[in-house]
T-cell receptor, first 113, second 112 residues
Framework: GAGVSQSPSNKVTEKGKDVELRCDPISGHTALYWYRQSLGQGLEFLIYFQGNSAPDKSGLPSDRFSAERTGGSVSTLTIQRTQQEDSAVYLC???????????FGSGTRLTVV | SQQGEEDPQALSIQEGENATMNCSYKTSINNLQWYRQNSGRGLVHLILIRSNEREKHSGRLRVTLDTSKKSSSLLITASRAADTASYFCATDAYNAGNMLTFGGGTRLMVKP
């Protein structure tokens, strides 16, 4: 597609359940990023994939969070045993090294009740 | 911790006025970017300024970069109600690959 696609756009889950968030980046973009944004706050870096290199996981807040990028394209962010503090908008972005600017998806709004 | 810090946190102006937002950062950078966000969802890339550039224009946007002061400003001229949004600066730090670190943003409201 022409842009970065994220699904679902909204997710309500019960505390303790696992969730999977999906990101489909722009074709040909080698870099893919996950950020999260709490209400009224800035963006918090979670994880960064660049080509076939090992991902930079330094932003993941706990071992309940993990992410994969299959075939250098689609990425899935998994949150296990969700907690209420996990409620946020999860944003995915991709970029090509040449341009430097990110293209963001519309995000997934996660609500843990 | 955040690399970029925007100032002010919130700004309210009348349509037609100019809006100036500032960003300060801490470490050496390759480039600095400004993004816009409507309604708390996806961000839109506005402009990128490289560390060897001092000023850049795009339509009604003017960005300056002062690497000696580790600061940047975004000027929106002749503002419109549709410019109402949050604006974030983001830095591509010198040793961080292509990863951006975002500031907390400035919430701009343009009153018609």
């Amino acid at each position: 597609g022409a842009g970065v696609s994220q699904s679902p756009s909204n997710k309500v889950t019960e505390k303790g359940k696992d969730v999977e968030l999906r990101c489909d980046p722009i074709s040909g973009h080698t870099a893919l990023y996950w950020y999260r944004q709490s209400l009224g706050q800035g963006l918090e870096f979670l994880i960064y994939f660049q080509g076939n290199s090992a991902p930079d996981k330094s932003g993941l807040p706990s071992d309940r969070f993990s992410a994969e990028r299959t075939g250098g394209s689609v990425s899935t962010l998994t949150i296990q045993r969700t907690q209420q503090e996990d409620s946020a908008v999860y944003l995915c972005a991709s970029s090509s090294f040449q341009t430097g600017g990110y293209t963001f998806g519309s995000g997934t709004r996660l609500t843990v009740v | 911790s955040q690399q970029g810090e925007e100032d002010p946190q919130a700004l309210s102006i009348q349509e037609g006025e100019n809006a100036t937002m500032n960003c300060s950062y801490k470490t050496s950078i390759n480039n600095l970017q400004w993004y816009r966000q409507n309604s708390g969802r996806g961000l839109v890339h506005l402009i990128l300024i490289r560390s060897n550039e001092r000023e850049k224009h795009s339509g009604r946007l003017r960005v300056t970069l002062d690497t000696s002061k580790k600061s940047s400003s975004l000027l929106i001229t002749a503002s419109r109600a549709a410019d109402t949004a949050s604006y974030f600066c983001a830095t591509d730090a010198y040793n961080a690959g292509n990863m951006l670190t975002f500031g907390g943003g400035t919430r701009l409201m343009v009153k018609p």
